[in-house]
């Protein structure tokens, strides 16, 4: 949300889902995505045939022997590296002995599936109806408790997450009991889906479609340097080496089962690290809960933000040389080292993102020591309002974090306000005390990459056909606002509102599995 400074008109957007995700209760997983239980094993195959291609192309661990010497150099117990297959071709569930020897890898919640309903609409139309469900949330019971210190003692106030989890598990394509990770999507999420579950009109998938969204990699750069390609005309600038990206939701508990699970199993494995920012701690997601002033309130949103900025400025932008030995349910292990990251990306639970996207876009800035402030633009009511959109999420660069850590108790900076106003309170307080301004993060076309509504919105939106939506005009008056195919680029790298689990699933799906779509 872009934090209440956006009218009332996105707020009645918002609850419409703005083509985000089906109306009504939050869906769990429409489609259970669990390679383990009645899943068609066509279907893991070939995600393990794409696990493997990832494995041997893009992953900088390597095979299963350098896997093992990285977990030995993190100061794992040599008895526990072993017991990782050296061939990690696990189609569901392969056993304790292939089970990860850091804690919580484990995770992952099974409920039942549900599989959609035809019916008949108001127009006769055979439609398929994609079912919602109440969160089930049983089976994050009982959530563990942190680490504690090889002394016996709690570790829950000085608890530092590890925030690879997520993305070891991605590279290595199992979790920690060798189930398939991440789990394969069923094919039933390629079928159109609207915003409100049905499945006649699907404007997230026609936009995808049209501006032929694509994910940015190494082999697709390699052809438009060719002039080959779809995506030929996204802009190209000179790249520094690859940046290692810490992606940062911030959410409450009772979203764990639904929407954090979501982006979990899907987008999240894609950045170097992940963490949860939530109002109780769970290490296997993972998420952790912050003490800051004030109430836990969307309206003092400005307060939880600066605690996460505190939080990220301690512990995750130096290397770290701590090697306090915790314990977990009686396994003893070491803090991560490598948890130290060179751009910090910070936005909702209701965010879809793009890494790679975002990670190739990063990469043309330069260094990440410099100031780097990067979203989308806007331009509020009031002298000198600038701000980048905390809707569609913005990051920060190392060099920049370091900084703002610095100052966010300067009184320019609003330390003691309560506010919504998270983006705009940010944006105040860099460009005042910092002197940072914001970056053009538009492709050579003018196109957006970074963007505060679902794909179909953008897509589909008429400029001066809402008068509830004049604020978004004012705010983007100086630049203006491309219409249809030309509302974002082929690069994008988020989407807001994507608010139920099944359409982060569904979005999911067609960017990444898109051969299964097709047939």
Known sequence: VAFGTIGGGLARLGGNDADGGVDGVDSVDAFNNDGARGRDMKLVSRHQERTNSRRNSNNPLGDAAEQKQRLRGAGEATSAIDTISADSNADSSVGDNNKSPYAYEGWQPLPPSIPPTNTINAHGDNVSIHPVRLPVRGDLEPVPPVPTTSAGESASASWIPDVEIVRRMYQRGIDGNGNVFPPPLDNELCEPMGPRGQNNVDINRDMIDAVKIRISSEEAEEQ????????????????????????????????????????????????????????????????????????????????????????????????????????????????????????????????????????????????????????????????????????????????????????????????????????????????????????????????????????????????????????????????????????????????????????????????????????
């Open 224 to 519: 438009e340097e060719e002039g080959g390609g779809a995506a030929a005309t996204v802009q190209r600038r000179p790249k520094t080496t690859r940046p290692r990206i810490l992606c940062m939701v911030y959410t409450m508990a009772d979203a764990h089962s639904h929407r954090i699970r979501a982006i979990r199993e899907t987008w999240a494995g894609k950045c170097d690290g992940f963490l949860a920012f939530s109002t109780a701690n769970d290490p296997r997601i993972p998420a952790i809960s912050l003490d800051h002033e004030g109430v836990e309130a969307y309206g003092n949103m400005w307060q939880k933000v600066r605690s996460i900025w505190k939080f990220v400025g301690e512990h995750y932008v130096d290397d770290s040389d701590n090697d306090e030995q915790t314990t977990t349910n009686g396994q003893q292990h070491q803090q991560q080292q490598r948890q130290y990251f060179d751009y910090f990306f910070l936005g909702g639970d209701d965010l879809f993102v793009v890494p790679e996207n975002l990670r190739s876009y990063l990469s043309t800035l330069g260094s990440p020591d410099d100031d780097h402030f990067v979203g989308r633009r806007f331009k509020g009511y009031g002298t000198d309002n600038y701000f980048n959109s905390g809707g569609a999420g913005y990051a920060l660069s190392r060099g920049l974090v370091k900084k703002y850590y610095a100052v966010l108790e300067h009184p320019d900076c609003s330390p003691h306000q309560k506010t919504s106003m998270e983006d705009v309170n940010t944006a105040a307080c860099l460009r005042k005390v910092l002197g940072v301004g914001l970056t053009d993060t538009r492709d050579e076309r003018g196109r957006e990459r970074f963007h505060p509504f679902a794909p179909g919105t953008h897509y589909t939106y008429k400029p001066g056909a809402d008068r509830n939506m004049a604020w978004y005009e004012d705010y983007n008056k100086e630049w203006g606002i491309l219409p249809g195919t030309d509302c974002c680029a082929p690069d994008s790298v988020s989407f807001h509102y994507i608010k139920k689990a099944t359409m982060v699933r569904h979005i999911y799906k067609l960017l990444y599995d898109s051969e299964d779509c097709q047939s």
